[in-house]
């Protein structure tokens, strides 16, 4: 693994962890939705419920991948920590944002499942995160 090569990895996890959209699609099949919507607890917290455990399981993978990075490869943290700790957050609440969004227009779980698939390859290839900007062709190299 080569110093290029692991923030792709840490973000490779994050989107991983990040797939929060079978959670919600579960709950509409079950016919446990409209009892969790007509319950007297506010609808944000219903979401936050959803997405608070993926999002400590993504920081978690955040935390050993970037110790075993230092640990096990001797990769010397550059940078300013806490700046990247915020952007990672920013980073993870993005990408579960992408979860309800599409369990919303799913109507069942594979089409939600395939929805995710086409959305995660879009964020791992597209942005340069796993290949280098250099050699892809020069119309998306801008």
Known sequence: MSYENSPGFVVVLLTLAGSSTVSLLREREAVT????????SKNYLLMLVKIVP???TGLGEL????????NWYHLPMIGNVPLFVLSTIICLFTKLGVGPLI??????????LFM???????VL????????????QSSLNT
């Open 54 to 56: 993926f999002s400590l």
């Open 103 to 112: 369990s919303v227009s799913a109507h069942t779980r594979q089409q939600a």
């Open 33 to 40: 939705m409209e009892q969790l919507l007509i319950s007297p």
């Open 63 to 70: 935390v050993v991948t970037v110790a075993f990075a230092k």
């Open 116 to 122: 995710n698939w086409f959305v995660m390859m879009l």
């Open 125 to 136: 290839l597209m942005p340069g995160f796993r290949f280098f900007i250099e050699n892809m």
